[in-house]
């Protein structure tokens, strides 16, 4: 037995021998994602009259060569929809798509893309899933799960989209912002990216152990985001399957293990319990804000005079002894409207001994009532989330790093200084060997995944599918480039023709023909490809959990096209918030134009997100997340049509229609009403269901608001309203 156990240890050791000598012939060899990208010439075409730019000569040779033909363009309302839905996540209202079916030209077409990539909601679409990279969430996590003020970093996102930053300067500040010189105060938020990730607090949490986890996870982000790269893979031993060693990975943390703590165990205190400590930025208040506080900080010290006053007209009306008891207990009970700043407090002493029950105990309780609520609007959110961020900051003294054997903080073994992989491009002679400095390197032309990674993402938004559809994984274990040469082209032309512009890599994609043909496609074509993995077809893909939402807040009517500011808080199902601990699990819902805010200012807590968003698929952000997986389930249907959130919304389309149409017929209603819902007017097959449902709900005994109900149920039930 034992000299089984020794050839099985030595297989083993010539296996993994082995193993490493593949990897290091492979890295020697070259991975394709490791290789500078260079700008391939489009490749002929048959058809050349159907590509409208170089993006279509690289789709088509592939359909060609399949032996397909592209689809033909989209219908225009469908057209039009997708781009709406694409570009800034809402639905083009009827008189804008009425004025583009009237002239669905290409020139028509542009000025659209132009006036909607200068769109204000362009940035609160696309931001979504910047912050699902950023693990952007408004609580801490774990169990406790306490509230933290991040939204600052969420509003510097969605103007960095709107002002079509260039993505280096966009990644240099999330990455940096902090050690640029004199920061400005947007720099200072824009590193909000990198406190992302969990945070704990719960008792007898060993704080380094803590903080450790958070720098590896920011190191394993930064990899996954901007090199589609599993670094993380590297944190215990070398990479199986690409060029990084565990040396490699202990140098990137040392870029990220000068940060400081964020937690610590309460001074003095007996129970583990845990303080935040970590880097804050303190805001200023926006006026409108500072005046709603002072409005309730002059309320609630007039209700506390109230309060006062009434518990010294309760006094007076004491027998004589009581009172001189009172008195003997609470000096403060003869002199009480003193006026002294200590009146109200003395006052609540003197309630809890003199008045505990009966009719002046309700009397009090109520003023006492109106006092807190006052007090709650004068220093801001039920959740203490106020005007502050938090940023990353410097020590003044670096840390040592040394490389965790088998990712164990507790064993340190070889000390290492902060380098970036050999494997990829080298580091700038002339940058520091900080944050800065690897900012730096991801966004250096030689840098072979940056751009590549980029683009990818920008084509996926809006196709549904990146070219490398292992967005997260560029390495060895990824998939291959379908369209190597696009890709290739679209991230030289997205570094460098373009200077990093977002908005112009977006535009050319959706001017190209690829983009704009027909989603349908005949049963045998869709048999040969699937995936639509040759863009054979126009995208077609549900919208992400948010844009469920703000799509049919925008055809109900409702949306309110408020922007910024701290998160809100939509109707939701009762007791969805059902944390253990200290934090408060009183949903409070937001008042006024609040209730109907876009998905993207929803507040975002990660033991129970908005459930609305959770059953079609949102994160929970709790770490970094590249592709929201789609499913189709009895939830989403019973959302749709129950969720108190979705009920408003259908009553409101239905008063709209109502309204909107009130000099047409029922049928002229029903296609006002398929127009706002689907862009389209409806085939005579729809039409027909349509009047079919409404007739019937009026002949069972409703009434005419209970027909349009039942039909704006339906239409935002249908499956084409929460697809683009």
């Known amino acids: 037995m034992a000299s089984r156990a020794v050839i099985s240890i030595t297989a083993s050791i010539h296996i993994s021998a082995l193993a490493l000598a593949l990897t290091a012939a492979l890295a020697e060899e070259g991975h394709w994602s490791y290789l500078a990208p260079v700008k391939p010439a489009p490749p002929e075409v048959s058809d050349a009259g159907?590509?409208?730019?170089?993006?279509?000569?690289?789709?088509?040779?592939?359909?060609?060569?399949?032996?397909?033909?592209?689809?033909?363009?989209?219908?225009?309302?469908?057209?039009?929809?997708?781009?709406?839905?694409?570009?800034?996540?809402?639905?083009?209202?009827?008189?804008?798509?009425?004025?583009?079916?009237?002239?669905?030209?290409?020139?028509?077409?542009?000025?659209?893309?132009?006036?909607?990539?200068?769109?204000?909601?362009?940035?609160?679409?696309?931001?979504?899933?910047?912050?699902?990279?950023?693990?952007?969430?408004d609580s801490d996590g774990y169990q406790r799960d306490g509230f933290r003020n991040v939204w600052p970093y969420r509003d510097w996102v969605i103007r960095a989209f709107n002002a079509d930053m260039p993505f280096d300067q966009f990644t240099v500040e999330q990455l940096a912002g902090d050690l640029l010189p004199d920061p400005t105060r947007e720099q200072l938020i824009a590193t909000g990216f990198h406190r992302g990730p969990i945070l704990n607090l719960e008792a007898g949490t060993d704080p380094e152990e803590d903080r450790v986890k958070q720098v590896a996870d920011r190191v394993n982000t930064t990899g996954t985001v901007w090199l589609g790269t599993s670094l993380e893979c590297a944190q215990c031993h070398d990479h199986k399957y690409d060029p990084f060693s565990i040396e490699d990975y202990y140098a990137l943390f040392a870029f990220f293990n000068n940060t400081p703590i964020e937690g610590r165990r309460v001074p003095g205190g007996n129970d583990a319990r845990m303080d935040y400590i970590g880097a804050d930025l303190e805001l200023p208040l926006p006026p409108e804000e500072e005046r709603r506080r002072a409005e309730a900080r002059r309320a609630m010290a007039a209700a506390q005079g109230e309060f006062v006053a009434k518990v010294e007209e309760l006094c007076g009306q004491l027998p004589a002894g009581e009172l001189a008891a009172l008195e003997k207990k609470h000096p403060a009970a003869a002199e009480l409207i003193g006026k002294d700043k200590r009146a109200y407090e003395d006052a609540m002493a003197i309630k809890k001994v003199a008045f505990k029950g009966g009719e002046a105990a309700k009397v009090l309780g109520a003023l006492e009532r109106r006092v807190d609520a006052h007090r709650k609007r004068a220093v801001g959110d039920r959740f203490q989330i106020g005007y502050a961020a938090r940023i990353m900051r410097e020590m003044p003294v670096p840390r040592e790093t040394f490389v965790m054997q088998r990712g164990d903080f507790l064993t340190p073994g070889r000390k290492v200084a902060a380098a970036t992989p050999a494997a990829l491009n080298p580091f700038p002679e002339d940058a520091p060997r900080d944050r800065l400095g690897l900012a730096r390197w991801i966004v250096a032309p030689e840098n072979p995944l940056t751009a590549r990674v980029a683009a990818n993402r920008i084509w996926a938004e809006l196709f549904g599918r990146g070219l490398v559809t292992t967005m997260e994984d560029f390495g060895r274990q990824g998939a291959r480039p379908t369209h190597p040469g696009l890709l290739d082209w679209l991230a030289v032309s997205f570094r460098d023709d373009d200077a990093w512009s977002v908005k112009a890599a977006v535009r050319r994609i959706v001017l190209s023909a690829t983009y704009r043909q027909g989603a349908a496609a005949a049963a045998a074509k869709r048999a040969i490809d699937p995936d639509n993995a040759l863009y054979a077809r126009g995208p077609r893909a549900r919208l992400a959990a948010e844009l469920v939402r703000d799509n049919a807040l925008a055809i109900s009517g409702l949306l309110s096209r408020k922007s910024f500011g701290p998160p809100v808080r939509p109707v939701q199902p009762p007791k969805i918030w059902r944390v253990t601990g200290e934090v408060d699990n009183t949903y409070y819902a937001s008042e006024g134009e609040d209730l109907h805010r876009r998905g993207v200012y929803t507040i975002w807590r990660r033991s129970a997100h908005y459930p609305s968003f959770a059953n079609f698929d949102a994160p929970n952000r709790g770490a970094c997340t590249v592709r929201r997986e789609s499913s189709n389930t009895p939830l989403q249907a019973l959302t749709l049509m129950n969720d108190p959130a979705y009920v408003e919304m259908a009553v409101a389309f239905a008063e709209r229609i109502r309204r909107e149409a009130a000099e047409a017929d029922a049928v002229g209603k029903l296609e006002h009403a398929f127009r706002l819902a689907l862009t389209r007017g409806p085939t005579a097959g729809e039409l027909g269901a349509l009047q079919k449902i409404y007739f019937t709900s009026l002949d069972t005994g409703g009434s005419e608001r209970d027909a349009w109900f039942d039909v704006a149920t339906v239409l935002l039930n249908l499956h084409e309203t929460i697809t683009k």
């Open 50 to 137: 159907w590509p409208e730019n170089a993006i279509d000569r690289f789709t088509l040779a592939k359909i060609e060569a399949a032996g397909l033909a592209p689809e033909p363009r989209a219908e225009p309302a469908r057209l039009l929809r997708r781009l709406y839905l694409d570009l800034i996540g809402l639905p083009p209202p009827v008189p804008e798509a009425e004025a583009f079916l009237a002239d669905p030209s290409d020139a028509r077409y542009a000025a659209t893309v132009d006036r909607l990539l200068a769109s204000g909601h362009f940035g609160e679409k696309w931001a979504i899933g910047w912050l699902d990279l950023a693990r952007h969430a």
